[in-house]
C-alpha cells in the first residue's frame, strides 16, 4: 500500500519561506515520478513541480519559477518543496503526488495522470 504524507504547511507572512516534505511509504522516491499539486480554495487542483525518477531535471510552473524548488531524499524516501518569497497567492493546500515511472510521452503537469496522493498540507500566506 503506497502512503505519501505531507508535513511543513503552516501560516507564513508574504516574502517568507516554508519547506514541504513529502514522506513516501510502499513505494521508493527513486523509482517514481513525483510532483507538487495546489488547489485554492474555489479552484482547481493546479501544477507546482514535478521531478522526474529517471531525468535528471525538475519543472515548475511559471508563477513559482524562481522561488520554489523540488528536490528528493532518497535515504528518507521523501521529497522537499523549498518555497521562498511567498505571495499572498500562494496560499492553498499543497498535495504530493506520484506515479510509476514513465519512459514515454507523460503530462507531469496533469493531476490525472498520477495514482498516489497524499492527504495535502495547508499553506496560508498573509500579506
Known amino acids: 500500500q503506497v502512503q505519501l504524507v505531507e508535513s511543513g504547511g503552516g501560516s507564513v507572512q508574504a516574502g517568507g519561506s516554508l519547506r514541504l516534505s513529502c514522506a513516501a511509504s510502499g513505494r521508493t522516491v527513486s523509482d517514481s515520478d513525483m510532483a507538487w499539486f495546489r488547489q485554492a480554495p474555489g479552484k482547481d487542483r493546479e501544477f507546482v513541480a514535478a521531478m522526474r525518477a529517471h531525468i535528471v531535471f525538475t519543472y515548475y510552473a511559471d508563477h513559482v519559477q524562481g522561488r520554489f524548488t523540488i528536490s528528493r531524499d532518497n535515504a528518507k524516501n521523501t521529497i522537499h518543496l523549498q518555497m521562498n518569497s511567498l505571495k499572498p497567492d500562494d496560499t492553498a493546500v499543497y498535495y504530493c503526488?506520484?506515479?510509476?515511472?514513465?519512459?514515454?510521452?507523460?503530462?507531469?503537469?496533469?493531476?490525472?495522470?498520477?495514482?498516489?496522493w497524499g492527504q495535502g498540507t495547508r499553506v496560508t500566506v498573509s500579506s
Open positions: 503526488t506520484a506515479d510509476r515511472v514513465h519512459f514515454g510521452t507523460f503530462d507531469h503537469m496533469n493531476p490525472r495522470e498520477y495514482e498516489y
